[in-house]
């Protein structure tokens, strides 16, 4: 009787010890459930990044105030969701540093998706877009043939760059030069000056610098690369990206993007190429 007393104490201990086990547990997974909770939607302030020379996008108008279609985009964005909005110029350079010290919560500029799905959270995307190659119209330069032996300019860490270092590096490797400046305004001065006899960027740049230097300039017919502009968060942050998304959706469904894309008609922008519907 005593052998089988202690046996059922034993059983009742162990079973009393594994309950206080499987209750910690619990516990433990659910401070962790808790911790992991994504927030980032929980804002206060939309800090955007954006490339203060790369207009239609971002770049700064006639009295040095940020402007662009991307900003008109993240102002309307931030008011619908009764966020303050702060415009940051930055360094393309620290844009990963900036991001992910949470100086700024977001890149929205042309910000190319593809290729960078690794490093950030993005939104949908929004716009189509094109890598391409523009040099001066009496260059006698027509398609990628006639780069052989050419020094070519882009803008650093940009989509145009990994291209010609990824997919189309067979083609820069005809270059007598690839070479990087921290800003298409830049590039396309060296271009004009003769420095340099072509500019790889995106469609939007050469289509804004062909309007605005009529007759100088014209693109080769055949793009780089096709792409998407998305806008760009901290890694893991998908509540934000997924609050902006739904935002962006509303706002074509509403009209709001076409009047916004109509006011930046004079720098080749069109609502055919937006794609978030």
């Avoid at 516990?27 to 962790?32: I, L, P, R, T, V």
């Avoid at 882009?154 to 005809?174: I, W, Y």
Wanted: glycine fraction near 6%.
């Amino acid at each position: 009787m005593k052998k089988k007393f202690l046996t059922l104490l034993t059983f009742a201990c162990v079973a009393c010890l594994s309950a206080v086990i499987l209750m910690g547990c619990s516990s433990s997974g659910e401070e962790q459930a808790q911790t992991t909770e994504d927030t980032s939607a929980d804002i206060s302030t939309l800090i955007v990044g954006f490339d203060n020379s790369y207009p239609p996008y971002g770049f700064m108008d006639e009295n040095n105030e940020p402007t662009g279609f991307d900003l008109d985009l993240a102002a309307e964005v931030a008011e619908r969701n009764g966020w303050d909005i702060q415009l940051e110029a930055i360094d393309w350079d620290a844009k990963d540093a900036l991001l992910n010290q949470d100086s700024i919560n977001c890149i929205w500029n042309g910000f190319t998706m593809e290729g960078r799905e690794d490093d950030y959270t993005f939104s949908e995307p929004y716009m189509l877009n094109e890598q391409v190659v523009v040099v001066k119209s009496d260059s006698g330069i027509t398609d990628f043939a006639g780069l052989a032996d050419k020094t070519v300019v882009t803008q650093v860490d940009s989509a145009a760059l990994d291209v010609l270092e990824g997919d189309q590096a067979e083609l820069a490797g005809t270059f007598a030069e690839l070479q990087t400046l921290s800003d298409y305004n830049n590039a396309f001065m060296q271009l004009e000056s003769g420095m340099v006899d072509a500019v790889a960027c995106d469609l939007s740049i050469a289509q804004y610098q062909m309007s605005a230097n009529e007759g100088t300039y014209t693109m080769l017919e055949e793009p780089l690369s096709s792409e998407h502009y998305a806008v760009g968060f901290k890694k893991g942050n998908e509540a934000l990206a997924q609050k902006v998304t739904d935002t962006l959706k509303e706002m074509y469904e509403d009209g709001t993007v076409e009047e916004l894309i109509n006011k930046y008609a004079d720098y080749g922008m069109s609502i055919d190429n937006w794609v978030l519907k």
